[in-house]
Nanobody, 125 residues
C-alpha cells in the first residue's frame, strides 16, 4: 500500500509561483512512476506532469510546458511540482498519483492506482 499526502496549495495572484509537495509512504515508493493531475468541476481529471521511477524522464501537458517542473527525491519519498507564471486557468484541485509497481508514467488517470486527497490551487484574476 502506498499512501500519498499533498501540500502546498493556496491562493496566489496571476503570474505568481507555488510549489506543491507530495509525501509518500511505503517501502516500494521508488519502484513507482508518479504523476500530477488536476480537476475542475464538470471536467475529467487532467494530466499535468509525469515522472519515471528514477526521475530520469518527465512529461508535461502542453498547457503547462515551460511553466511547471516535476521532480522527485526517492530517498525522501517525495515528489514535487514547481508551478511558475500561474494563470487563472490553472485553478483546480491538484492530485498526486502513483502507479502500482510500474516504472513508466502514463497520461491516463485510470492507470494510476494510488491517489492523494488533493490540494486546492486558486489563481486570482
Amino acid at each position: 500500500q502506498v499512501q500519498l499526502v499533498e501540500s502546498g496549495g493556496g491562493l496566489v495572484q496571476t503570474g505568481g509561483s507555488l510549489r506543491l509537495s507530495c509525501a509518500a509512504s511505503g517501502r516500494t515508493f521508488s519502484s513507482n512512476a508518479m504523476g500530477w493531475f488536476r480537476q475542475v468541476p464538470g471536467k475529467d481529471r487532467e494530466f499535468v506532469a509525469g515522472i519515471s521511477q528514477s526521475g530520469g524522464s518527465t512529461r508535461y501537458a502542453d498547457s503547462v510546458k515551460g511553466r511547471f517542473t516535476i521532480s522527485r527525491d526517492n530517498a525522501k519519498n517525495t515528489v514535487d511540482l514547481q508551478m511558475n507564471s500561474l494563470k487563472p486557468e490553472d485553478t483546480a484541485v491538484y492530485y498526486c498519483a502513483a502507479r502500482d509497481g510500474l516504472k513508466f508514467y502514463s497520461i491516463i488517470s485510470n492507470e494510476y492506482r494510488y491517489w492523494g486527497q488533493g490540494t486546492q490551487v486558486t489563481v486570482s484574476s
